[in-house]
């Protein structure tokens, strides 16, 4: 592949990781604040399942950008 070609192919995906930036990364940080204090909550008040559970969906976050940009890139 020349280096145009990639050139041109990075060009293309620029707005999409654009988006990525400004948008998915800025939500998903918020998301993470709010799981921080549910676990700092729930630990102080030793509800456990419900700490777990926190756990579980803030590992779920931290996961999914991944995802996210790979359907912002093929799109």
């Known amino acids: 592949m020349s280096e145009d070609e990639e050139k041109v192919k990075l060009r293309r ?3 999409a990781i654009q988006k990525f930036i400004k948008i998915v990364i800025p939500t998903d940080l918020e998301r993470l604040r709010k799981h921080q204090i549910n676990i700092e909550k729930y630990q102080r008040c030793r509800i456990w399942d ?10 779920r976050t931290v996961q999914i950008p991944g995802l996210k940009i790979r359907n912002y890139v093929s799109a």
């Open 13 to 15: 995906l620029e707005p």
């Open 50 to 59: 419900k700490l777990h559970e926190e756990h579980i969906n803030a590992g």
